[in-house]
């Protein structure tokens, strides 16, 4: 059997990017090289793109989070071009074909449905939700609108854009919210731009800093209760929900911040899996799946949540495309529950890739024929 030409697509125009860069590093070192052909592509900070010959060799500082980065040497520019209906990487040596493509990056331009969209216009497989999951589930506030319509409950919430900023009201929102409040990006990851307000001086900063990085902000009131993550995997009907993990950020930084995530080794403990009751774990399983489906998602998710001392689950967050770091849920959560390998994971979101783009090849093409 011939080998999967595979692209790893790394990096990006996001603040997640050295977090991408880690999670391309763990999928390379779990990846069955018996099965693909691997082709190693990067989006440097200012959205060029990089084609690295050598894939073992294409970080620096690559066991440091803080400041790993792409190494300036050993790469060639990329241009994309689609011949013969399919997507190419047109590279000095000539063409790569590319039979499927996995965008390991986070944040804005990769996980909210641009990279999608934009793999789409090249007609090749990709991992992950598609262009319109992508987008719903980046933006914080159109993802909690549909998962409330869908009956589940969400943090009470206000949200502003640039346009209504001056009405932020230090006053109305603690009368509507009450205190503490958590300020947030509304599209952002990784905890980047948030932060959480007990007071009118730190309120002022925390929507400060919130729009530093978005142009739409939300204010949520503070839910007081455990943090629980399910990763879910599969197309439509076809889901697997794995283990519920918990997260247990150090009373040092009071909430799942950048640092307690990934600078600060005892930032935060992770438990795989959550003590939990066997009937509430079940619980949490189908409502993550329930939110995968709300949200329009196929491929992967980790879909995050609050669970109160009243055993209630409030809904906080999806991710399209999770971290793959050593610390990262998504795989940890989706190993546990099912027993399959880190390779054997990564070959299941590429045949869902590719079953997906089948399927649609197919719907387009008999919808051409009605035509
Ligand atoms: N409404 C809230 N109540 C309590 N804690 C919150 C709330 N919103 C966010 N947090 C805390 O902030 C962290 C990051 O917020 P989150 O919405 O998950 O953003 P990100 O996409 O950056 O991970 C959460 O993991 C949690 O610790
Ligand atoms: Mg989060």
Redesign the pocket.
Known sequence: MSKISLALICGGKSVEHEVSLISAKNIIAALDFSKYELNLFAVAKDGSFRFYADHNDFLDNQDNLDIVSLKETGFVSVAWSVIDGKGQAVLPAGNKIIDAVFPIMHGSFAEDGKMQGFLEMLNLPYVGPDVLASSISMD?EITKKLVELAGIKV?KYLSFNTRNRSEINFAKVEAELGLPV?V?PAN?????G?N?AKDETSFNHAVEEAFSVDHKILI????VGR?IECSVLGNHENLIAGEVGE?V?SAKHG???YDAKYLDESGAALLIPAPLEPAKKKEVQELAKKIFSTCQCEGMSRV?S?LTANGEIVF??I?TIPGFTQISMYPKLMMAETGMSYSALIDSLITLAMDRYSRNSKILFEKKMVE
Do not use: C, L, Q, T
């Open positions: 914080k943090a958590f947030k952002s990851g990784s905890s980047v948030i959480r949520e009131s503070a839910i943090e997260i950020p909430f799942y911040s995050d609050f906080n967050e991710n």
